[in-house]
């Protein structure tokens, strides 16, 4: 059976004045049926502009060079504007970041997604409120059917969210983009809403590709995950083999970073220097300015993703892979870090060994 989503070496660029951005660089991924498939990286590292381009919402000056976006088994950029929008909001749902903009300000919440409902699945406005309602009521806000009538700045934060996903899933569809889903929540909230959106994604058998920053978010609701880093994708693994055993420098560091209650450090550990100008990218690997075991073929070389086990490239069948010229060519000093286990995948921290800075 094909899988729901297969991304095959995409390339998406933006022509600004400062010359030209390659924001997505040869990316590939799938997305089975069902799966929770999480894509993670610093700001800049290609993860919305990925969720964008999946829904072809990549507007000028930016434009999708290359590549194949097959979702059950059709090309995505091959097919008319009319045939993309009768998928997008049914077959495939987005959930962006700010759930302020996203909903309109002038139209009720209720009225919003009922009128998705009515275009994609030709019910009558009557059964577009119902089902509206039970949605609002299932996603978690009281007296759902009295706030059909309100308008989104009615709406706390945490509900506005809730709404946005009531809409996500009022088509029934295959997959949800969760673009950054809680960025704009507090703590409290935010568990809230990762608990009701895996929950929910079990119930509607949903796939979801999210969206984040954060690698606490990711083993909360994941089976695999890709790191990445300057538009390409740097290591790809289940969420448990990513948090017990990662291969790439930049997820060691990435999970170094996370604050945890109880660390016993002094200062919090963070990766040196900022992800790179896309305009002009390093030479060799793109992470090497920034990492700890970089060496001189480093700023030769520009590794692809490599299988960690065999050294051959990877494939989309590849359990773990990661870019660096370590699983192929090989480090002269390897990759030395430390990896702390206590309980569950998002409780594994990982460390840098104190020291092993090289230039």
């Given amino acids: 059976m094909a899988p729901l989503l297969e991304v095959k070496d995409l390339t998406v660029r933006f022509y600004t004045q400062e010359g030209v951005v390659t924001a997505v660089d040869g990316l590939s991924y799938r997305i089975e049926s069902g799966e929770k498939f999480g894509v993670v990286g610093e700001s800049g590292a290609g993860k919305s502009v990925t969720a964008l381009s999946v829904l072809r919402l990549i507007d000028s000056p930016g434009q999708i060079e290359s590549g ?14 009319s045939e993309i929008r009768s998928i997008r909001g049914n077959e495939i749902a987005m959930i962006f970041q700010d759930a302020q903009t996203a909903l309109n300000p002038v139209y009720s919440v209720g009225g919003q997604i009922a009128e998705a409902i009515e275009h994609h699945l030709d019910y009558t406005p009557e059964e577009a409120r119902d089902r509206t309602i039970q949605l609002l ?4 806000i009281p007296e759902a059917e009295a706030r059909f ?9 945490g509900m506005q969210q809730r709404a946005i996903i009531a809409m996500a899933l009022s088509c029934d569809p295959d997959l949800i983009v969760a673009d950054e889903p809680t960025t704009a929540l507090d703590v409290t909230i935010e568990a809230q809403i990762l608990d009701e959106l895996r929950e929910l994604a079990d119930e509607f058998d949903t796939a979801i590709q999210l969206i984040t920053h954060d690698l606490g978010v990711i083993a909360e609701v994941c089976d695999r995950v890709m790191v990445m880093y300057a538009g390409k994708p740097v290591e790809k693994a289940s969420v448990e083999e990513l948090y017990y055993d990662p291969k790439h420098p930049y997820t060691v560091g990435l999970m170094s970073s996370i604050p945890r209650v109880g660390d016993g450090r002094d200062r919090l550990q963070t990766i040196p220097g900022t992800m790179p100008d896309l305009v002009e990218l390093p030479s060799g690997c793109s992470f090497h300015p ?10 030769r070389t520009e590794p692809a993703l490599t299988d960690v086990e065999t050294g051959r490239e990877a494939t989309l069948d590849t359990e773990h892979a990661a870019a660096c010229i ?34």
């Fill in 326 to 359: 370590e699983y192929t060519e090989g480090l002269s000093q390897g990759l030395t870090y430390s990896v702390e286990v206590d309980g569950p995948a998002d409780d594994a921290v990982s460390q840098y060994v104190e020291g092993d800075s090289r230039e």
């Fill in 68 to 81: 194949e976006i097959l979702f059950k088994g059709e090309d995505l950029l091959e097919m008319s504007e």
């Fill in 149 to 157: 009538s309100d308008y989104p700045h009615e709406f706390s934060g």
């Fill in 137 to 140: 009521d299932r996603v978690g």
């Fill in 290 to 299: 920034r990492c700890p075991f970089a060496e001189e073929q480093c700023t």
